[in-house]
């Protein structure tokens, strides 16, 4: 595989390699974050260094279907250690869903200082490189951050009949039997979620998986990427795009594909998802 400088990137400085990051473990302006969907893998072994950082009860808001607050961002960072200059490097299981999903919601809050480490946990796994149980602790900051900005990369229900009206391009990254309704959750797992099965009218069906190299699940060339999302499904780099799945988690690897790598301009990222516009009353689908 190409350096990810030499893989016609957009912005390939929102990536980097495992063998960076093994360079940069003690840089102390750089803070490694794991997030997987397994809350469990972190405890068993991680980087050295890397701090945990879990979807459902550090990103969530606990009472309401939404994502902390200002005041709870702000408590997250200082509590990791980071403040707004240092560069945060996410990782995680699941080819980087929870990782991407992660970077997304940091910049709600405009956290710029944001990497992927490209192939995640397993690809550091299988490279037989350094793991630790040990957990670390870094000094309490105090972090100063915006107010959450939901307009620039995120969409809601309304905002996506208002995009079916105008028929405007929605992407449903889920599999294609999540898609045509055979089932209402990812293969391998128990099938729950939604009340009905289908998909977003108009929407177009492009696994979040073909984004990655199946072999290392590293991220594949822009030429690449190009050739799934523009040639094969059409999508323009000017072009306004929602994209969905079932929570938001392999929409927010898909937004970061389309935003950070090929430079589309105006995708956001539709995390009611299935499990919402499923449930809704009177919404439409088609299967």
């Known amino acids: 595989m190409a350096d990810i400088k030499d893989r016609g990137y957009v912005n390939p400085e929102v990536l980097v390699s495992t063998d960076w990051v093994a360079e940069h473990l003690k840089d102390q ?16 072994g991680h980087i050295p260094g890397a701090v945990h950082v879990d979807w459902t009860t550090d990103l969530n808001d606990q009472i309401r279907r939404d994502y902390l607050d200002r005041k709870g961002f702000q408590s997250l960072m200082s509590r990791i250690g980071v403040i707004p200059d240092t560069t945060v490097i996410f990782y995680g299981d699941k080819n980087n869903w929870w990782a991407c999903y992660a970077f997304w919601v940091f910049q709600l809050f405009g956290h710029k200082n944001a990497k992927i480490m490209d192939g995640g946990r397993i690809k550091w796994i299988n490279e037989n490189r350094e793991m630790t149980r040990e957990v670390p602790g870094y000094p309490q900051t105090k972090y100063n951050a915006q107010e959450r900005d939901d307009k620039k990369i995120r969409a809601f229900r309304n905002q996506v009949l208002k995009h079916i009206e ?6 449903d990254v889920r599999s294609n039997d999540e898609y045509t309704g055979k089932r209402l959750h990812m293969p391998e797992y128990p099938n729950e979620g939604a009340l009905r099965g289908g998909h977003i009218p108009g929407a177009k069906n492009i696994p979040w998986a073909k984004a990655v190299n199946p072999d290392d699940g590293t991220f594949k060339t822009a030429e690449e990427l190009r050739d799934i999302y523009e040639k094969e ?3 323009k780099p000017d072009d306004n795009i929602i994209a969905y799945c079932r929570i938001g988690e392999r929409s927010s690897h898909t937004w ?3 935003t950070n790598l090929l430079g589309h301009k105006n995708v956001r990222n539709y995390d009611g998802s299935w499990t919402e516009w499923g449930n ?4 439409p689908i088609e299967k």
């Open 29 to 44: 302006n750089i803070r490694i974050i794991e997030s997987n969907e397994d809350q469990l893998l972190y405890s068993s």
């Open 166 to 171: 105008k028929k405007l391009p929605l992407v």
């Open 233 to 235: 499904n059409k999508l």
């Open 256 to 258: 970061f594909v389309l």
């Open 280 to 283: 809704l009353v009177g919404v």
